[in-house]
């Protein structure tokens, strides 16, 4: 009974490097957002994604950062060239279909830490 | 655009406490509103949910109903005990839409 896996589950990076977060939505879901909360903030909106296909990423930066969610393998949140402001935990979820009354479900996030 | 406004915290009770988390929302049309549960360290983990006006969200003696008069969605506990220690979220999806928009989250700590 998997739920939603993301890892790592702690990442620390150097400015300048990039970092790679991975996502596995729960069986028989092909629904995956991303979300990014701050310290001591709620979260935000960042990507909505469908196999293969970006459906909004109105909460994406408008540089450095990317989505995807191949055919086959996890979805992906890369973020080139960190900068301190990019600590953050970041959470991924999933849902079966993508109306507005059906409930998403969250992994446990990936806390992304900045040198 | 939809917003969500949540009591400001942190809210410090003792155990058997009656709970209340006030949740105000702003969107056009029917949203869907639900409660999250954030435990340290930890993703969200839906708490309970409605989906139409009057509507009753229960799960584990919280409730919050759905009342379109006021654009709020209040979550209420009679009595609390200290495993409730956690963050609580307020969210809504906006009608025709999939992402969730978030209130600033509540800290509830309960004391023995």
């Known amino acids: 009974n998997a739920g939603v896996m993301q890892n790592p589950r702690h990442l620390v990076r150097r400015r300048g490097q990039e970092a790679r977060l991975r996502c596995s939505p729960m069986?028989?879901?092909?629904?995956v957002y991303w979300y990014r909360q701050l310290p001591e903030e709620g979260l935000k909106f960042m990507v909505y994604?469908?196999?293969?296909?970006?459906?909004?990423e109105s909460g994406m930066p408008k540089e450095r950062f990317s989505a995807e969610f191949p055919k086959e393998g996890p979805s992906i949140l890369r973020i080139q060239q960190v900068v301190r402001g990019d600590s953050a935990a970041y959470f991924c979820?999933?849902?079966?279909?993508?109306?507005?009354?059906?409930?998403?479900?969250f992994g446990d996030g990936t806390r992304l830490s900045i040198l | 655009g939809n917003s969500v406004t949540q009591m400001e915290g942190p809210v410090t009770l003792s155990e058997e406490a009656f709970l209340t988390i006030n949740c105000t929302y702003t969107?056009?049309?029917?949203?869907?509103l639900f409660w999250y549960v954030q435990y340290p360290g930890e993703g969200l983990q839906l708490l309970l949910k409605?989906?139409?006006?009057?509507d009753k969200g229960s799960n584990k003696g919280f409730e919050a109903t759905y009342r379109k008069e006021t654009t709020s969605f209040h979550l209420e506990k009679g009595s609390v005990q200290v495993s409730d220690s956690a963050v609580y979220f307020c969210?809504?999806?906006?009608?025709?839409?999939?992402?969730?928009?978030f209130g600033q989250g509540t800290r509830l700590t309960i004391n023995p």
């Open positions: 979820a999933s849902s079966p279909s993508g109306t507005n009354n059906q409930p998403q479900h």
């Open positions: 069986k028989g879901h092909s629904h």
């Open positions: 994604l469908q196999k293969e296909n970006i459906i909004d």
């Open positions: 969107a056009t049309g029917y949203p869907s």
């Open positions: 409605a989906t139409k006006a009057d």
């Open positions: 969210a809504l999806t906006a009608q025709g839409a999939q992402k969730l928009v």
